[in-house]
């Protein structure tokens, strides 16, 4: 059974930093792209960043910058550094795996944690 069980969120002011982990298990970590998504009130889930299997990265253009993903094959965990906050990245952020990532489909998703920034 596939979990992947989100840390981390909370309420952080505009221009401050959170960091999200993501701590997979049932699947091999290390062979999977694994990624972060965000769903805003009202509006559709999106792509925030992943991270292949190799370890490259791609971003939503909205985060580049101050946003960073990386992986700890060894914990099987990923995390998500945020910095710069903006009220606008207010949103539950769900943790994803699998290698349809790669193609905006992940195959398992966490349960999320929602983050707050204040103005």
């Known amino acids: 059974q596939v979990q992947l069980v989100e840390s981390g969120g909370g309420l952080a002011q505009a221009g401050g930093s959170l960091g999200l982990s993501c701590a997979a298990s049932?699947?091999?970590?290390?062979?999977?792209?694994m990624g972060w998504y965000r769903q805003a009130p009202g509006k559709q889930r999106e792509l925030v960043a992943r991270?292949?299997?190799?370890?490259?990265?791609n971003y939503a253009d909205s985060v580049k910058g101050r946003f960073t993903i990386s992986r700890d094959n060894a914990k099987n965990t990923v995390y998500l550094l945020m910095n710069s906050l903006k009220p606008e990245d207010t949103a539950v952020y769900y943790c994803?795996?699998?290698?349809?990532?790669?193609?905006?489909?992940?195959?398992?998703w966490g349960k999320g944690t929602l983050v707050t920034v204040s103005s």
């Open positions: 994803a795996a699998g290698p349809r990532i790669i193609i905006g489909r992940p195959d398992y």
């Open positions: 049932g699947i091999i970590f290390s062979s999977n792209a």
């Open positions: 991270t292949t299997s190799g370890g490259s990265t």
